[in-house]
Every structure is written in C-alpha cells, then in structure tokens.
C-alpha cells in the first residue's frame, strides 16, 4: 500500500472547468506539497501546506491535518494546465510521492 | 534561489553497460540530497538520499549506487546496467535558507535496451 494516495488517475476536462485532485496519506507529515509534472519530465513545485490553504493564480491547495488529506483545484482550467499533478509529503528526512494525476484539458 | 541541474536529460545505454546521472546544485550550502526513480505504479522512488559529503543512504537494494564527492554534487552509477533499470530519474534537494522547500532537478529518461 503506497502511503500517498491521489485521485483521480487521470481527468479530461473542457476548457473552463473547475478541477479538484485529492491526495490522502497515511504517515505524520511535516509538510505537503503539490508538484506539477510537464510531458518532458521537468517538475515544477506548486505548492507547500502544512496547514490551511494557500492560493496562487488560478490555483488554490488545501490541507486537513486531521484527516491526512489535501486537495488541489485548478479554477477556469485552461489546455495549458495539462500536466500530471503530483502529490508529496515530507515526514521529517524523507519524502513519499503520489502515482501522479493526469489532467487533459480540452480546448 | 537554489536550483538544480541535472543531465543527461535522455540515454539509451545497452545491458551490461555503465551509467553516470549527475547532479550540481546551486543557491545553497550542505543540502540535503536525493535521487529518485519513476516506478511504474508507486510513482517516484527514493533510491538514495545524502545529508553531506561521502554520506550516502539507500532506501532500496538495486543494481545502482550512489556518490556525493562534493557538496554540491550527487551522481547515481551503475556498473552493469539491467532491462529493468530503464526510467525516469530525478534529482531532488533541500537546503537553508529553503527549509522544507524542496528543488527538481529536469529529470533524466534512461532507456537500457
């Protein structure tokens, strides 16, 4: 059992759309953190919660600490967002990392 | 700010032979430093993580190993390369005054044929 879980795998969505990917894990964390894959392989860091929500553009993160859970919603979608979308926690000196979703979005 | 470049960005090596992925960092002193492999199903793996020089520690047993001869400097090697060592690799590092903000290297696609 991978100790981060993400969900969906992958998502289609028209241009626009409002899109939510949840992550939930199971280990005491210190910090959260949202990645963003592009089809070359480079990643980029979106986001780093240890607690609350934090907004940046068109991107909102979320964390619940009691329940172990985050969401990432992408609002007013655009092609451009297409990425896979990475969740991953930081326990102290190591880092666990989701599968990863893959967003499509459609013109 | 710091940043990590990694390369090659792709290699096609065949069995048996060698491999050198290298990673610099820069923006910072005394990072903390991983490498990690795109597993098909549990996402990124850490292979091996190094907290300063000579220091290294393997999270998994594989044909691959680690170095760290300068501070700023991590390389993954292998001797004799596998089928099954074809992948994504990534470089990875935290340092001050970054906290648990954590830097990518671009990635390295290793293709063993």
């Known amino acids: 059992k991978n100790e981060v879980e993400q969900s969906p795998q992958n998502l289609t969505a028209q241009e626009g759309e409002f899109i939510t990917i949840n992550c939930s894990y199971s280990?005491?964390?210190?910090?959260l953190h949202w990645l963003q894959q592009h089809p070359g392989g480079g990643i980029v860091s979106l986001f780093m919660?240890?607690?609350g929500k934090k907004k940046h553009g068109r991107l909102i993160a979320t964390i619940n600490i009691q329940e172990k859970h985050s969401s990432l919603h992408i609002t007013a979608s655009h092609p451009r967002d297409s990425a896979v979308y990475i969740c991953?926690?930081?326990?102290?000196?190591?880092?666990?990392f989701g599968t990863g979703t893959s967003l499509t979005v459609i013109p | 700010s710091q940043t990590i470049h990694q390369w090659p960005a792709t290699l096609v090596q065949p069995v048996g032979s060698p491999l050198s992925l290298e990673c610099t960092v820069e923006?910072?002193?005394?990072?903390?430093l991983y490498w990690y492999r795109q597993a098909a199903g549990r996402g990124l793996q850490l292979l091996f993580y190094?907290?300063?020089?000579?220091?290294i520690s393997s999270e998994v047993p594989q044909n691959l190993s680690a170095s760290r001869p300068q501070d700023r400097q991590f390389i993954l090697s292998s001797k004799k390369l596998l089928l099954s060592d074809s992948g994504f690799y990534l470089c990875s590092g935290r340092g001050a005054p970054s906290g648990n903000t954590i830097y990518f290297g671009e990635g390295s696609w290793l293709t063993v044929v």
């Open positions: 919660l240890s607690s």
């Open positions: 991953a926690v930081n326990t102290g000196n190591q880092f666990y």
């Open positions: 923006g910072t002193s005394n990072p903390n």
């Open positions: 280990v005491g964390i210190s910090a």
């Open positions: 190094s907290v300063g020089i000579g220091q």
